[in-house]
C-alpha cells in the first residue's frame, strides 16, 4: 500500500516494473482490461476494507481522508459497470463499513458518512446502464454522460456476461440499504430476474453470453468460470445478506443442474446449455478455482476437497493457475497469471470448514511462489507466462482487495483480527458488508422468516467466517 502510494498515487493502478502509477490513456491500451480504470484512484478505494482489517488504523484513515479529498468520480471516461460495481462501489461500500465500526468505537470521530455519499454518487452514475427494456445492464457507462453514442462504445453496444449483468445485486442492495433508497437494490434484483426467468428450462444451466434487449443467449456454453461465475456466487451471497429465500431456491436449482452436467470430479467443463450431455470445451480457466469455496458456503465439502487439490496439483506443477487442459495432463492452454485471488479464497474457506492444517501448507505454497516468482521491488508483477516466468507490468487492484486478505485471514490468529468478520459478508471482490444490513428497512424486499437474519437449515456446514 505504501508503495502505492509512493510510486503511483493518484494512478489506477501501480506499475510494478516500472514504478510508475498507470494512467488511463497515457500508456498503451490493452482493451477491455482498462475499463476498469476511470481515473478514481481505484487500487486505493479497492484495498480500504483491507487496511482496516490488517489493523492499520492509522494508514486505514489516512487514505479515507485521500479518497474523501482528492477521488473525483464526475469524470468523462467510460468504464465496466461490473467492475465498477464490485470494486470502486464495493471498496467504498466496505470502506465506510469499516469508518462506521471505528467510529462507534471511539476512533475515527470526524467521519461523517463522506464515503457512503461517494458510493450513491457513483451509483447514480452507474443507474443509465440499466435503462433498458429487459432490466440488464449495458456493460459499459460513462461516469460523466451516461449512456450515450457510439463515440462512448455504451449506446451500440447489445450483449453482456451473464456474471456481468448478475453480480450486481450485493453493492446495489447494500447501498439501498444504507441510505434507504430502494433504487438501486430494485434495478439490481430486477437484472437478476430477468437472467432467471431466460435459463435454459431443460438443463436449468444460462449462457455465458446474452443479448441485453431480447434475452437471446449469445454464446451458449456453459460452466463456473469466466462470464458466469459470480452470477452463481452472487445467489447464495444474496440470500445470506438479504435473507430472500428466492435467492436461494434459484442457487439450489442451478447448483443440482451443475453437479449434474458441468461437475466432472474433480474437473468443471464447460457444457452447451440446450445440449448439456455435450461438452463445450475441454480447458479450464482459473477463475473457476472460486468454486470449492462456494461449495463450502453451500456445504458440499466433499466436491470442493476434490476440486481444489486437483487446482492444487496445477499450482505446484505451474508455479501459478493458468488455463490448462486436463484431458491433455494438465498443458497449458493459456500461460498468463494476473495473480488471481480465487484459489487463495477457495483455499481459506477450506480451512475454515475443516480445520485441516493442509490447507495452511496449501496457503503457504502460494505465499512462497508470490514472493519467489512474482515480487519486484516496487510490487507484484502479474506472470505474463508461467512457463517461462516472465513478467508484465501489471499489479491489478485485486491482488491487494483479495489477495492479501484472504492470506492474511488464512493464517490469522481469532486475537489478530481488529473485529467479528463472522459479522460481515464478502463480495467477490473481498469487500466486507455487515449482515445487519438483512434487517434494514428496504420496501422491495420481503419479510424475514421469523425475524431470522440468516435461514439456512438446508446447509450441511455453514462456514460463519465470512457470515
Known sequence: MIQKVDHAYPADELMPLTCRGRVRGLEPSRGDIDDALGKFSLTLIDTLDTLALLNKTVEFEEAVRRVVADVRLDNDIVVSVFETNIRVLGGLLGGHSMAVMLKESGRMVWYQDELLHMAKDLGLRLLPAFNTSSGLPYPRVNLRYGVRGPETRTGTETDTCTACAGTIILEFAALSRFTGDPTF?????????????????????????????????????????????????????AYILLGDDRFLQRFNTHYASIMKYISQPPLLLDVHIHKPLLPARTWMDSLLAFFPGLQVLKGDIRPAIETHEMLYQVTKKHNFLPEVDPLFYFRVHWAQHPLRPEFAESTYFLYK?????????????????????????????AMKDVRTGSHEDRMDSFFLAEMFKYLFLLFAEEDDLPFNVEDYVFTTEAHLLPLSLSTASNS?????VNNMVLHISDMAVFTACVL
Open 185 to 237: 437494490e430494485a434495478h439490481a434484483r430486477r437484472a437478476l430476474d430477468f437472467l432467471w426467468e431466460k435459463r435454459q428450462r431443460n438443463s436449468n444451466l444460462v449462457g455465458t453470453t446474452i443479448n441485453i434487449h431480447s434475452g437471446e443467449w449469445v454464446r451458449r456454453d456453459s460452466g463456473v468460470g469466466a462470464g458466469i461465475d459470480s452470477y452463481y456466487e452472487y445467489l447464495m451471497k
Open 353 to 381: 470448514a475443516t480445520r485441516d492444517p493442509y490447507y495452511l501448507e496449501v496457503g503457504r505454497t502460494i505465499l512462497e511462489n508470490l514472493n519467489r516468482f512474482a515480487r519486484v521491488p516496487c510490487g507484484f508483477a
Open 444 to 448: 422491495q424486499a420481503p419479510p424475514l
